[in-house]
T-cell receptor, first 113, second 112 residues
Framework: NAGVTQTPKFRVLKTGQSMTLLCAQDMNHEYMYWYRQDPGMGLRLIHY???????AKGEVPDGYNVSRLKKQNFLLGLESAAPSQTSVYFCASSYGQAQNIQYFGAGTRLSVL | TQLLEQSPQFLSIQEGENLTVYCNSS?????LQWYRQEPGEGPVLLVTVVTGGEVKKLKRLTFQFGDARKDSSLHITAAQPGDTGLYLC????????????FGTGTKLQVIP
């Protein structure tokens, strides 16, 4: 069972470059999320989606864009990367029921030089 | 603003010792979850507590939700090296709102 798959696993960018992180889930989940994880700050929500074709801002959305064209995929874009976006990015998905159990991918480690 | 503060931030103990991790907030949560994250992996759900005062046990791990639903604790008895990891609490403010707020995390190292 694949669950939630993130690509790529690692990436190094130069300041100003752009890139897209892909998240794919095979559990038919309605809800999908993008988080960033920084030391001592836990996980912070960037953007989320409550269904195909919908997106919403989370706690730290600036500098990121997302798209959910297909139910199983959730893309996170960085249009002009900045060193402050160096982080580990996690995608998660859930059924959308009460108590919201989230299933996470293995993460993408991004460094912006 | 971090709604959920965890303490301690780091903990290094010997195998066989007991420990408690705390998750505190000034806000009320409809439910609270505990996740464990191992290096290079995403968090994995351990337990969800819903009712104020609720206690759940998972083998050597005991989870408690505060009576006022503002805080929670995780107690590990006779810690094992396999318990090593980052422990994260996560609270759902409004039931069914489908967003949770994660705590700051507690990094646990159990030395054999």
């Amino acid at each position: 069972n694949a669950g939630v798959t993130q690509t790529p696993k690692f990436r190094v960018l130069k300041t100003g470059q752009s890139m897209t992180l892909l998240c794919a889930q095979d559990m038919n989940h309605e809800y999908m999320y993008w988080y960033r994880q920084d030391p001592g700050m836990g996980l912070r929500l960037i953007h989320y989606s409550v269904g195909e074709g919908t997106t919403a801002k989370g706690e730290v959305p600036d500098g990121y864009n997302v798209s959910r064209l297909k139910k199983q995929n959730f893309l996170l874009g960085l249009e002009s990367a900045a060193p402050s976006q160096t982080s580990v990015y996690f995608c998660a998905s859930s059924y959308g029921q009460a108590q919201n159990i989230q299933y996470f991918g293995a993460g993408t480690r991004l460094s912006v030089l | 603003t971090q709604l959920l503060e965890q303490s301690p931030q780091f903990l290094s103990i010997q195998e066989g010792e007991n420990l408690t991790v705390y998750c505190n907030s000034s806000s009320v949560f409809s439910s609270l979850q505990w996740y464990r994250q191992e290096p290079g992996e995403g968090p994995v759900l351990l337990v969800t507590v819903v009712t104020g005062g609720e206690v759940k046990k998972l083998k050597r791990l005991t989870f408690q939700f505060g009576d006022a639903r503002k805080d929670s604790s995780l107690h590990i008895t006779a810690a094992q090296p396999g318990d090593t990891g980052l422990y994260l609490c996560a609270g759902e403010r409004v039931r069914g709102y489908q967003k949770v707020t994660f705590g700051t995390g507690t990094k646990l190292q159990v030395i054999p």
